[in-house]
């Protein structure tokens, strides 16, 4: 079934994970966030506001927001400098994270 149907199962999939890609990068780039628009991802990487580590960053956002984001020296030195969002969760959650974040 998979084989022969799952055109249509993966044009969804695709559609809803750019929803939710362009939801967060749109509201990142109206905080003045950097990051990079993934072409087929279902993550995010976001520069680290200046003055932060990627630790103290995510540390940060997790204590004063709740919304749990990944630092990215935890993929290695290369990662330091950023930090990762998922967009595993469903849209409107997303917006609600993004929020929090974008106020700090």
């Keep these: 079934m998979a084989l022969n149907q799952g055109d ?3 044009a969804e999939l695709r559609g809803i994970y750019k929803e939710r890609r362009d939801v967060v990068v749109s509201a ?3 905080a003045g966030i950097s990051c990079r628009v993934p072409d087929a991802s279902f993550y995010i990487w976001s520069k680290v506001p200046k003055g932060f580590t ?3 960053f995510v540390t940060r956002v997790l204590m004063q927001t709740g919304v749990v984001t ?3 020296n935890g ?3 290369p990662g330091e400098g950023y930090f990762r969002i998922s967009l595993t969760v469903n849209t409107d959650l997303l917006k609600e994270a ?3 974040i974008t106020q700090l």
């Design 8 to 10: 249509a199962y993966s």
């Design 28 to 30: 990142l780039h109206k």
């Design 54 to 56: 990627s630790q103290e």
């Design 70 to 72: 990944t630092p990215g």
């Design 75 to 77: 993929f290695g030195t």
């Design 98 to 100: 993004v929020l929090r």
